[in-house]
């Protein structure tokens, strides 16, 4: 069997076993598929690509259906580039087209948008609050309170209302943003460190007004601010229940209902492979046991990555359309970080 020929049916099988979720057949192959050879030929084909484990037989007089190694020879021989379906291109540039300056939110849309597009899962890394730089840090006199105020480089927005202590004048405040002037450009927790310094040394007046904009930032770097998964169109993969078993779709709702697990997962997959990376079934521990693949990129300000965008769905996915959505929205992503960043 020719190399051509072998990949030709594999991927053959994978797009029918896709779209019907039936184990594929010789005959359908030969009626479906402009092959060239006869059923028979077929037939000794397949055999050879299960005895390479990249098919499987379910059950006896069944046909074929991929296996994960199947599924990761199939992904590697795709073109690098992916083409979109029109009503997919349209659907990115109509989102992007809209005025957004707060990346959070651009983030719970884009997941949204890639679960529409795909109907599997969308999921999302947001920029670390930790790594995020600050733009503004304000203190705002409101009479009997002061505003403290953080905004990140990303559109993080942190805010804090005290009660405006006692003997503090116009010019103690001033003085106090004054300070934190020079924080800017600074990460989240570098301020907070380099502010914990300069309350330390701080006239009385000032020391407890810059340890409230320290703590400020301390909070603002925990808890549901800190890195977490946004997820989109989770009731896609319930959708797919026919063809996951009822244990392991259980227990993939369970660890995206426990963020900093599912954290881990994507962290996982796109350090193992870095760029558009596509984790397959049994390729990961998680993945496997969940008989789920994975799909993502990371989305970028120049160099820098700050976040990751993809999709989750069972191992019987549509790869080339999923890799080319995930692929076009983390480039707009990254353009769109970019220009909030200047």
């Known amino acids: 069997m020719s190399e051509d020929r072998r990949l030709m049916v594999l991927r053959a099988i994978v797009q029918d076993y896709v779209q019907t979720s039936e184990p594929v057949g010789s005959r359908a192959l030969v009626e479906r598929h402009h092959l060239g050879v006869s059923a028979a030929t077929v037939r000794n084909d397949m055999a050879l690509l299960e005895e390479e484990g990249l098919i499987a037989q379910p059950h006896t007089s069944a046909g074929r259906i991929p296996t994960d190694a199947g599924y990761r020879h199939y992904v590697d021989s795709l073109p690098a580039g992916g083409r979109l379906r029109e009503a997919q291109r349209r659907a990115i540039a109509n989102y992007f087209a809209e005025v957004m300056v707060d990346l959070e939110e651009v983030l719970k849309g884009s997941v949204q948008l890639l679960s529409r597009m795909t109907q599997y899962a969308g999921l999302a890394v947001p920029p670390s609050a930790s790594d995020e730089p600050l733009v503004r840090l304000e203190l705002i006199d409101m009479g009997p309170t002061v505003l403290l105020l953080a905004?990140?480089?990303?559109?993080?927005?942190?805010?804090?209302?005290?009660?405006?202590?006692?003997?503090?004048?116009?010019?103690?405040?001033?003085?106090?943003?004054?300070?934190?002037q020079g924080l800017r450009g600074l990460t989240y927790v570098e301020a907070q460190a380099r502010l914990l310094k300069l309350a330390a040394e701080a006239e009385p007046d000032q020391h407890d007004l810059l340890l409230h904009v320290a703590e400020l930032l301390r909070t603002s770097t925990q808890g549901e601010?800190?890195?977490?998964?946004?997820?989109?169109?989770?009731?896609?993969?319930?959708?797919?229940?026919?063809?996951?078993?009822?244990?392991?779709?259980?227990?993939?709702?369970?660890?995206?209902?426990?963020?900093?697990?599912?954290?881990?997962?994507?962290?996982?997959?796109s350090a193992a492979q870095g760029g558009l990376a596509v984790t397959i079934g049994g390729e990961h521990p998680s993945t496997g046991a969940w008989e789920t693949s994975i799909i993502t990129a990371p989305f970028k300000t120049g160099d820098t990555t700050i976040g990751t965008i993809g999709v989750m769905g069972p191992t019987r996915m549509d790869y080339l359309?999923?890799?080319?959505?995930?692929?076009?929205?983390?480039?707009?992503?990254?353009e769109l970080a970019t220009e909030l960043d200047q």
């Not at 005290?162 to 405040?173: G, W």
């Open 151 to 180: 905004i990140g480089q990303h559109g993080r927005v942190d805010k804090r209302v005290i009660d405006r202590p006692e003997h503090l004048d116009a010019k103690v405040l001033t003085d106090a943003e004054a300070r934190l």
């Open 225 to 269: 601010r800190a890195s977490h998964v946004v997820v989109g169109g989770a009731s896609n993969l319930a959708d797919e229940a026919q063809q996951m078993r009822r244990e392991t779709l259980r227990r993939l709702f369970e660890t995206l209902e426990r963020e900093q697990e599912m954290l881990q997962v994507l962290q996982d997959v």
């Open 321 to 334: 359309s999923a890799m080319a959505s995930v692929r076009a929205v983390a480039k707009r992503l990254s």
